[in-house]
């Protein structure tokens, strides 16, 4: 039986069962593996956090090594001592603060509104971390990550990530080679909150000079470089007031 | 091959060489300038891109008669769509890292159009079966190029393969570094992938006379 596909009748037909066939399946779908993409997305922010203040997996050079999601949840209460809502210069405890999306919250602020901004405080070895996240936009879309400073603003360690820079080019934000260039810099100039620019040519590709707010570019990722930079600079002037009481000068 | 047919393996074998839609056809240009500065990410979007062709290829060519044809480009995308979807949630629940990196590549697979180019060109007009054939090839053909771009501007721009440094270290001057080679720059930005492009379209002509086209 050959049907007149050109009927317009048939084509709404169609075209409207396609949508629900569609639809649906794409609906029972989400909702079925909707659970375990939050768990999983849950894990990989606990994973982020822990990173930034140096608990992961690395070994010498090379590639970013994460704690393994099975232990992830154990060693984020393990480490991270305090999960804070900081407002202005005060902070409050709130064990679910590592699930406020920035996003949403720089947005209220942008508004005008009150923000509930995270701020984790990890110990390991004695040593006390402040772990700022921070949120920006790159060259295609979104980029975020994570910095741990220690009383006297220094860098301790950062994770940054993105939803889609460039493969080979402003991807590589999330490399080692990258990343690792943040440990040990001031975010402050004098007392200037400056966070840490990243720069072309500043002649120190070694990043031998911890002193300088500044880091070796990427090559062919200026726009998602200045972004990042932009961010970091949003972040600590955000969190100014609160790092300012636990500064020791 | 005693597997297939002769008509049905040229499905396959033609669009690697002779009929490649990258270089004859010249079709996804745009997502094999963007994505071949990594050896790794051209792997990637080599496979994601053989998956959508060729169940996409299936499904368009089961669908053949009773698609409209006023509505079939439509019909088409939401397929590719779809399919595109289900494998981007199917890996982030099971496979969460390799989910992020192919995020990038998920919007570019729709976009594709070698994807669209294959459902309008063959699988509204052929059966399942020679429909899976010919988008394996058109996959294959896309992907062989993919990953020889991927290799030589990995290799020349960054001196690296997959991530790991094959050349030495350029910064401390070790390896073939340490005679005064340095990193090419320009390889890393996708004009670079043009170059490479033009170049595997120059070597495939002059070796196959049949192909250079007529004034």
């Known amino acids: ?249 | 091959m005693a597997l297939l047919s002769k008509k049905d393996a040229n499905l396959i074998l033609d669009p690697l060489a002779d009929n490649n839609p990258i270089t004859i056809q010249v079709l996804g240009i745009c997502s094999a300038l963007a994505i071949t500065a990594e050896l790794k990410a051209s792997i990637v979007m080599a496979i994601s891109v053989l998956f959508v062709l060729g169940v996409g290829n299936v499904v368009i060519s089961l669908m053949r008669n009773i698609i409209p044809s006023k509505i079939r480009i439509i019909v088409q995308l939401v397929v590719v769509a779809t399919l595109v979807i289900i494998v981007d949630q199917v890996l982030k629940a099971f496979a969460y890292e390799l989910s992020k990196t192919l995020s990038v590549f998920v919007g570019l697979i729709i976009t594709n159009c070698i994807i669209m180019g294959r459902f309008e060109a063959f699988a509204l007009g052929n059966g399942p079966w020679k429909a899976f054939l010919d988008g394996i090839g058109n996959a294959l053909g896309y992907g062989v190029i993919l990953i020889i771009v991927g290799f030589f501007r990995e290799l020349l721009g960054s001196g690296t393969l997959m991530g790991y440094p094959v050349l030495g270290d350029p910064i401390t001057k070790t390896g073939l570094y340490a005679t005064g080679y340095e990193n090419n720059g320009f390889m890393i930005i996708p004009p670079a992938a043009l170059i490479v492009v033009g170049i595997i379209i120059w070597v495939q002509r002059s070796r196959n006379k049949a192909l250079i086209e007529e004034h």
Not at chain 1, 56 to 73: A, K, L, Y
Not at chain 1, 189 to 210: E, F, I, M
Request: hydrophobic share 40%; net charge negative; charged share 25%.
């Open chain 1, 1 to 249: 039986m050959a049907i007149n596909t050109d009927k317009n009748s048939y084509t709404v037909i169609f075209a409207s069962l396609m949508v629900v066939v569609v639809g649906a399946l794409l609906a029972s779908l989400a909702s079925g593996l909707g659970p375990k993409i939050k768990e999983n997305e849950r894990f990989e922010k606990q994973q982020n956090i822990l990173y930034a203040m140096g608990v992961n997996q690395n070994v010498d050079e090379g590639s970013v090594n994460f704690i393994p999601t099975d232990r992830v949840e154990a060693e984020f209460s393990n480490y991270i001592k305090k999960q804070l809502v900081v407002n202005g210069n005060q902070a409050e405890e709130d064990n679910e603060a590592y699930l406020i999306d920035m996003k949403k919250q720089l947005d209220i602020l942008k508004k005008g509104g009150e923000a509930k901004l995270p701020l984790f405080v990890g110990e390991k070895e004695g040593k006390t971390f402040y772990i700022v996240p921070m949120y920006g936009k790159g060259l295609w879309d979104a980029i975020w990550g994570f910095m741990s400073l220690d009383e006297h603003m220094v860098v301790q360690g950062v994770y940054f990530d993105h939803k889609g820079e460039t493969p080979g080019l402003g991807a590589n934000i999330k490399q080692r080679y990258f990343m690792d260039d943040f440990t040990g810099e001031s975010i402050l100039d004098g007392s200037r909150y400056a966070g840490v620019a990243v720069v072309k040519g500043n002649n120190d590709p070694l990043n031998k000079d911890k002193n300088d707010n500044e880091v070796d570019a990427l090559a062919g990722a200026t726009i998602t470089g200045n972004g990042l930079a932009a961010m970091v600079k949003e972040s600590v002037t955000l969190y100014k007031p609160y790092l300012e009481t636990i500064r020791k000068k």
